[in-house]
């Protein structure tokens, strides 16, 4: 089963908080994604993007724009436990 996301936060320095619907909470650096993935460099060269992270209707990936986005189930295998 995918997980569902409950409520995602952006933190500073390319840190999300999220809570999953069982009550989970991660921290995800996404700074290991902007390095790596092509996509994912705009986050850091356009001002204020990250901040606008949004939820899918199906609460099961964030995105940011048409191409740079993450499924909640990466979210969960590679965020920190808080």
């Not at 069982?22 to 994604?33: H, S, T």
């Not at 986050?43 to 993007?49: A, M, R, W």
């Not at 990250?50 to 964030?62: A, E, K, M």
């Amino acid at each position: 089963m995918v997980p569902r996301i409950k409520s995602i936060q952006p933190l500073d320095d390319f840190i999300l908080l999220v809570e999953f619907d069982d009550g989970k909470k991660v921290e995800y650096d996404v700074k290991d994604d902007i390095r790596t993935l092509a996509d994912f460099k705009v986050l850091e060269s356009e001002y204020g993007l990250f901040q606008n992270v949004r939820l899918d209707s199906s609460r099961t990936c964030v995105y940011w724009n048409d191409r740079v986005d993450l499924p909640s189930d990466t979210i969960l295998e590679y965020g920190q436990p808080i």
